[in-house]
């Protein structure tokens, strides 16, 4: 499996390509920057399989329905993030407006199902909330490969103190990441990738009661 990176927005988020040998590629998180995220498509020659939102902060999803227009593809988000996402309550001023809503009849919801299968790819939903309601991790336990989003940075976790954040519900999905094996290599939402054994043996939160606010 490929993955490609295109740090997007005035908060470096973190928008990833991955894809297999048919070139159908899952888009993880378009946060902005739709031209860079295009241009990085084009580059590798990718089509889009499927959008997938780790949740719905807006620095996550603002090019996501201008890219949709373009590549028209399913759309998965959790539904509990997906309650908000597009409404006024989610906008990060001055850095990014409202999400603007893609011309979708419907979303797939993360929770519906915990095994996916786009194209040549195979992903397994895993359910972290903490950071927002909805939030989710992607494992691809072939490849040992896990898009945390927000919820597990190298040397750091995602904070709580923001509309539907719970640091109890946070602490316990660090918990279920922790049982992960040490070799899964993580792609956060923001900043350098990591290990779970890294994680494991050196993230405060990942080794205590702490917790990032």
């Known amino acids: 499996m490929n993955i490609n990176a295109v ?4 908060f470096e988020e973190i928008c990833y ?3 297999g040998d048919a070139k159908q590629a899952l888009v993880f998180d378009p946060g902005h920057d739709a031209d860079k995220i295009l241009q990085a498509m084009e580059k590798h020659n990718l089509e889009v399989a499927a959008y997938v939102c780790t949740h719905g902060h807006a620095d996550h999803i603002n090019a996501l329905a201008e890219l949709h227009g373009q590549h028209p593809a399913p759309i998965v988000m959790h539904s509990k993030d997906l309650e908000w996402a597009f409404e006024p309550v989610n ?4 850095f990014y407006p409202v999400p603007p809503r893609p011309d979708v009849e419907s979303f797939l919801s993360l929770e519906s199902a915990k095994d996916w299968n786009f194209a040549d790819l195979h992903f397994q939903s895993l359910e972290t909330p903490g950071h927002t309601p909805g939030s989710c991790c992607i494992l691809f336990p072939e490849d040992g490969i896990l898009v945390s989003g927000d919820t597990l940075f190298k040397g750091s976790c995602g904070r709580t103190d923001l509309p539907g954040g719970s640091p109890r519900q946070l602490k316990e999905s660090l918990v279920l990441l922790k049982q992960l094996p040490d070799e899964t290599r993580v792609y956060p939402g923001h900043g350098g990738g990591t290990t779970i054994g890294i994680e494991r043996a050196t ?3 990942m080794q205590s009661n702490g917790q990032n606010n």
Do not use: D, H, L
């Not at 740090?7 to 005035?10: K, L, P």
């Not at 906008?91 to 001055?94: G, L, N, S, T």
């Open 203 to 205: 993230n405060f939160f």
């Open 17 to 19: 390509m991955a894809w």
């Open 91 to 94: 906008q990060i001023e001055p």
């Open 7 to 10: 740090t997007t927005g005035a």
